[in-house]
């Protein structure tokens, strides 16, 4: 079967760094992508991978390792707006998207 | 705001009703979608229109029936829904097709509650 695993939960301090692992086994690879979802409202795009390596966009960067079936995303300079849930999802060989159940980030001041 | 827009926002509804949710996206997508979120479940993929054609149907039950009109426009009818369905109906859009980046663009969501 397809699955998407994720830690349910992470806590961590304004101004740190975080970094919210993702493993996956899918039939096929298309692209993993991760999302953003606060409390109440819909997941937002943070990141798309399809190639090896890191993706770096301002605080937010996402790794990706088709080999071992991994990604990271990792967030920098903590603010407490980044207290919300990040989706990880894959596109397996029929183009859909598999989703994993999130993980909750609760920033403490 | 992300250029799709769902209606209504909250919906409590009986088990004998019948109900409607709406979806419109503002985005010259192709391809729109329906899922349901549950608490600490992943997304479930309910139903995907490309071109205004059903591509998927993931094994909903017949008490939920969507209708696409246009790609702009994504309906799901509700009738005599359980008290397990409760739960966050999600639309989103995206460009469509299979080639590339194809980013889903999410609605905010109806809150449903059947009772």
């Known amino acids: 079967g397809q699955n998407i695993d994720q830690p349910t939960e992470m806590t961590a301090t304004e101004g740190a760094i975080v970094q919210i692992n993702c493993t996956y086994q899918t039939s096929g690879f298309n692209g993993l992508f991760w999302y953003q979802q606060h409390a109440g409202e819909a997941p937002t795009f943070l990141s798309y991978n399809v190639l090896d390596g890191l993706e770096e966009k301002g605080r937010f960067s996402s790794f990706l390792s088709r080999s071992k079936g991994y990604s990271y995303l990792l967030l920098k300079e903590l603010q407490m707006k980044d207290s919300a849930s990040y989706l990880c999802a894959v596109t397996d060989s029929n183009y859909q998207l598999i989703w994993g159940a999130g993980t909750k980030l609760i920033i403490k001041p | ?115």
């Open chain 2, 1 to 115: 705001e992300t250029g799709v827009t769902q209606t209504p926002r909250h919906l409590v509804m009986g088990m004998t009703n019948k109900k409607s949710l709406k979806c419109e996206q503002h985005l010259g997508h192709n391809a729109m979608y329906w899922y349901k979120q549950s608490a600490k479940k992943p997304l479930e993929l309910m139903f995907v229109y490309n071109f205004k054609e059903q591509t998927e149907n993931n094994s909903v039950p017949s008490r939920f029936s969507p209708e696409c009109p246009n790609s702009s426009h994504l309906f799901l009818h509700l009738h005599t829904l359980q008290p397990e369905d409760s739960a966050l109906y999600l639309c989103a859009s995206s460009r469509g097709g299979s080639s590339g980046v194809n980013e889903q663009y999410f609605g905010p969501g109806t809150r449903l509650t059947v009772t």
